[in-house]
């Protein structure tokens, strides 16, 4: 599966952004997607996660109410729709892929893109 993620950029505290990652995978909506983070010098974080169906949705503690996940089978496509912004959310962001389980804080995804950077600055 490639996955492929795009529009982060800058912006200002308390605004928003969307991010998206598309996907080549022919049965896309076979796969539980989910979006990462990291900075510098930290591990690898949970973001949010969405199953197969986009009926159960899973978030971090520190995007909750913030940050909300969706997704489009027939366009292969994932969303993060990011609001509230904090200096704190900068970061790069990952999407990944797995077939096998709902995407949560626990799971290691077997599939990953390229980072999209969000920088959140005045």
């Known amino acids: 599966v490639q996955l492929q993620a795009s529009g982060g950029g800058l912006v200002q505290p308390g605004g928003s952004l969307r991010l998206s990652c598309a996907a080549s995978?022919?049965?896309?909506?076979?796969?539980?997607m989910g979006w990462f983070r990291q900075t510098p010098g930290k591990e690898r974080e949970f973001v949010a996660g969405?199953?197969?169906?986009?009926?159960?949705?899973r978030y971090a503690d520190s995007v909750k109410g913030r940050f909300t996940i969706t997704r489009d089978n027939a366009k292969k496509t994932v969303y993060l729709h990011m609001s509230s912004l904090k200096p704190e959310d900068t970061a790069v962001y990952y999407c990944?892929?797995?077939?096998?389980?709902?995407?949560?804080?626990?799971?290691?995804?077997?599939?990953w893109g390229q980072g999209t950077l969000v920088t959140v600055s005045s």
């Open positions: 995978e022919r049965t896309f909506s076979h796969y539980s």
């Open positions: 969405i199953s197969w169906s986009g009926g159960t949705t």
């Open positions: 990944a892929a797995d077939p096998r389980v709902l995407i949560t804080i626990a799971t290691i995804p077997n599939y």
